[in-house]
């Protein structure tokens, strides 16, 4: 025999590392991901979760009206204190029986 027949060689497949374990060879696919039993659980419920957090925000955004502040909502900070915006005297105004209104100023 000669020394070829025993040397590992190198080829496109086994990356030069011999007899690889969790190579192609190993699972009968090219290209095929080995991914461990507990691994993949933990892969399978963060994406479930993922795929529920956004089910449950987009239910909520669409079905009660959630939405984030537009253009529309934002006030200029400078006409804050100005006479007449309800934003200079901060508080809670009664506007019918059990419905109210809050003006809050935040600061950082």
Partial sequence: MSEHDHATEQTPETGGHGDDPHGAASHGEAGAL?????????IR??????VIFIAAITTAALSFGISVPGVTARINPATLNDEGNPFATPGIRELAPGKYEVYMVAQT
């Fill in 34 to 42: 080995h991914i461990e039993k507990w691994e993949g659980i933990w």
């Fill in 45 to 50: 419920i963060a994406l479930g979760m993922t």
